[in-house]
Nanobody
Framework: QLQASGGGLVQPGDSLSLSCAAS????????MAWFRQAPGKEREFVAG????????SYANSVKGRFAISRDNNLNLVKLQMNNLKPEDTAVYYC???????????????????WGQGTQVTVSS
């Protein structure tokens, strides 16, 4: 029901745009987020957006470089990633939660629906 795409291999300083397409239901009532998981590490919050798109939140490590947005008419959430660094290398997952759609939730346990992940590799 969530399909993530847009990953790839890029060099440090490059940009990538990830997309998360939702299907099977209207996700306008859901809070949405991107998480990532690097090899040997736990899955971590990257960015989130409330149901209306009016509020967002970012991990400190990506603040100022990444931007999350959503289009409820298209059932689409995007993550624009600029000035990528090697430490951004990970599998990126989009996730949806109905628990508190007016707040950006920050933990894996608070999200009920997950996409399959898309690999982002930043290397020279």
């Amino acid at each position: 029901q969530l399909q993530a795409s847009g990953g790839g291999l890029v060099q440090p300083g490059d940009s990538l745009s990830l997309s998360c397409a939702a299907s099977g239901r209207a996700f306008s009532g859901y809070g949405m987020a991107w998480f990532r998981q690097a090899p040997g590490k736990e899955r971590e919050f990257v960015a989130g957006v409330i149901w209306s798109g009016a509020a967002t939140s970012y991990a400190n490590s990506v603040k100022g470089r990444f931007a999350i947005s959503r289009d409820n008419n298209l059932n689409l959430v995007k993550l624009q990633m600029n000035n990528l660094k090697p430490e951004d290398t990970a599998v990126y997952y989009c996730a949806a939660s109905r628990r508190r759609p007016t707040l950006v939730l920050l933990t894996v346990a608070e999200y009920d629906i997950w996409g399959q992940g898309t690999q982002v590799t930043v290397s020279s």
